[in-house]
């Protein structure tokens, strides 16, 4: 499995931002996206396991201008709503509020 872009080009969910493209020489890239590729896995995984199709939402790793992982969640508005409601219904059962 993949998180970024798994589902092929073109579904317009792996838009990239102008810091995506600009790298600073002698900081380790690498290590924060293999960090932030498990993590997006491992939420790809439970998007999928919760009925979402990784065409409507997905995470995706990337790294930050200093190396660190950053996993983003980028998905169309009605499938990030579903995302959204799932987390509400899992804060309520744990005793957590939402507004």
């Known amino acids: 499995m993949t998180s970024t872009g798994g ?13 995506s493209v ?5 900081v ?5 996206w293999r960090e ?11 998007l999928l396991a919760a009925g979402l199709e990784l ?3 997905r995470a995706v790793a990337d790294t930050a201008v200093d190396g660190r ?3 983003r969640l980028t998905g169309w ?4 709503d579903r995302v959204a409601g799932l987390l509400e219904l899992a804060a309520q059962e744990q005793g957590g509020t939402t507004s």
């Open 36 to 46: 932030a590729r498990e993590s997006a896995d491992r939420l790809n995984r439970a």
């Open 22 to 26: 600009l790298w600073v020489p002698g």
């Open 55 to 57: 065409s409507e939402a």
């Open 77 to 80: 508005p009605d499938a990030v």
């Open 7 to 19: 589902n092929g080009p073109g579904d317009g969910l792996d838009a990239l931002g102008l810091e």
């Open 28 to 32: 380790d890239y690498v290590g924060g």
């Open 69 to 71: 992982g950053v996993v």
